[in-house]
């Protein structure tokens, strides 16, 4: 499966940005997917997860409250919704992908089989 992020952008803090995964070659509904982001100089770290049925979702600490992730599988793609944005949130994020028939999803990037090639997201203070 291909994936292509899109979305990311400059924005000022507080305000929001809502990415994009477009999935294709593959029935993407049979796919968990999660959001990753790495910021420079930082390692890559996780910020969202969704099941392949989208029945169960996972967050990191830092997002709880500000991002959602949802999916639209009749569309191949996943969507992270960021509000209340901080400069802490500046990164690269990517979306990653895995086919599992689990509903419990992972954190872990190294599960992750699939990856996009990322979109920059900025917020100014």
């Not at 990415?19 to 930082?42: D, H, I, K, M, V």
């Not at 992730?69 to 500046?90: C, F, G």
């Given at each position: 499966?291909?994936?292509?992020a899109s979305?990311?952008g400059l ?8 990415l994009s995964?477009?999935?294709s070659?593959?029935?993407?509904s ?11 100089g930082n ?8 099941s ?11 997002v ?13 793609t996943?969507y992270?919704?960021?509000?209340s ?13 895995r086919?599992?028939?689990r509903?419990?999803?992972s954190a872990?990037?190294a599960?992750?089989d699939y ?11």
């Amino acid at each position: 499966v291909q994936l292509q992020a899109s979305g990311g952008g400059l924005v000022q803090a507080g305000g929001s940005l809502r990415l994009s995964c477009a999935a294709s070659g593959r029935t993407f509904s049979r796919y968990e997917a999660g959001w990753f982001r790495q910021a420079p100089g930082n390692e890559r770290e996780f910020v969202a997860a969704i099941s392949w049925s989208g029945s169960s979702t996972s967050y990191a600490d830092s997002v709880k409250g500000r991002f959602t992730i949802s999916r639209d599988n009749a569309k191949n793609t996943v969507y992270l919704q960021m509000n209340s944005l901080k400069p802490e949130d500046t990164a690269v994020y990517s979306c990653a992908a895995r086919y599992t028939t689990r509903l419990v999803v992972s954190a872990t990037a190294a599960n992750y089989d699939y990856w996009g090639q990322g979109t920059q997201v900025t917020v100014s203070s």
